[in-house]
């Protein structure tokens, strides 16, 4: 069984070589997988189901046809597309996952989480995170106009570009007790996450490993998974 996992496209209208390049990836080397994993962030800043920009259209036709092809696809929410749901599910076919998900590789079982949660020194984040992630915050958000919502979102990017430049990249990245301890209690050796942008594999006490996806941006990356194991690969947007 061969499994993908990408993460952090932040696919948006001003980066059409990225929609490109994943468009090209689900009709090419995805084509070829059994399951596709997507680990969150898919999207820059996802306001709503019902609000699907027109150049955002032909992503979400595609990964309908790699679904109806065989493919089974799983979505993970990110810090940024938090607000996908079940419709967006319907149109693309995608299942989504919750936060911590463990699946079973060839190599044993890996435990799956966009990132952010380990990233438990940057408290400011952590209260943000809770906010965001309230089910009545969101439905209360739900019911403002698409431009009530694209304001917001807006204003939540302004907010965050100035706070991390702020901040130390110690405090954006991952937690190493908080890995130690989400990997323990859920007896996983391996975990795989996005995030934060730092494509690595890391090998921790007691055989256990961390593997992180890396963003698309000039490079694109995709995680590898089959019986000879897990490989990241990074490959030009271009
Ligand atoms: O995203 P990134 O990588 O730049 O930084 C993240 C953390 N920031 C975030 C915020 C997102 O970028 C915002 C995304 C908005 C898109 C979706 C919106 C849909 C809902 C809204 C409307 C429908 O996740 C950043 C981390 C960093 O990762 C590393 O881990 O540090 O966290 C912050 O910067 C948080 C700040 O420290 C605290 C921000 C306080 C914000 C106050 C809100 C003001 C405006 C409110 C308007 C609703």
Redesign the pocket.
Known sequence: MRTLFISDLHLYSGRPDLSRALLHFLATTAKECDRLYILGDLFE????DDFIPDDLQPVVTALNTLSQSGCQIFFQHG??DF?IGNRFAELTGVQIMGDSEIIQLASGPALLMHG?QL?TD?Q??QA?RQQ?RNPQWQQA?LTKSVAE?LE??K???M???T??AG?STDI?DVNQQAVMDTMTNAECNLLIHG?THRPATHLLEGGKRRIVLGDWDKSGWYLDASEQGEHLIRFDIN
């Open positions: 800043a996802w306001i709503g810090n940024r607000l952010d990233c940057d400011e984040y943000l965001l958000v919502r917001m979102a204003q939540l990017r907010a965050s570009e706070q991390t901040k954006m995030h």
